[in-house]
């Protein structure tokens, strides 16, 4: 014996006709040892990742292709003022400051259209306490693409720079 190994196991029961009663069984074993391992692997990978971002002193975020957000960490709802339901659901531009949304929104277009990586500072609102001050953020990030160059999103991060603003101001 070597190692143990995962199979899937197909059944198909033969019939004659008008007999409810199968005559025989095909079967047929794949195995799908790799497949499982590989998986096993990807799934440690995106924990790993996922832990990481978690503690993070800087702001993760993934979009989709249509800018959606699908995932950020706490640092990024702790600066955007959104907890994770409303963060998925809304697109990171309403937090923008107004002055800078076409700016933004530009340059993060062109960089995934051009599929390369970006880097922008601009002010942030918190739309669900308007009374807080604006924050300026420092913003990188590229796009994500398949393995046939199709966009699938942008990751990326904000780092809060307003100390540093301030301080040149």
Known sequence: ?????????NAVPLFHDDDPTPY?????????????????????????FRKLAEELPVAVFQSDRHGELVYSNPRWRD???RDRGRALASPAES???????DRVRAAMLAAAR???PYHLQYRLR???????????VSSRGAPLVDDDGRLEGIVGFLEDITPLVTAQE
């Open 79 to 81: 600066l955007v003022g």
């Open 114 to 116: 051009d599929r390369r």
């Open 24 to 48: 025989a069984c095909v079967v047929s074993l794949t195995d799908v040892t790799e497949q499982r391992v590989a998986e096993d692997a990807l799934a440690a990978s995106e924990d790993r």
């Open 1 to 9: 014996g070597g190692e143990p190994r995962r199979l899937l196991v």
């Open 126 to 136: 918190r739309p669900d306490r308007p009374d807080d001050p604006i924050r300026w």
């Open 95 to 101: 937090v923008i400051h107004p002055a800078d949304v």
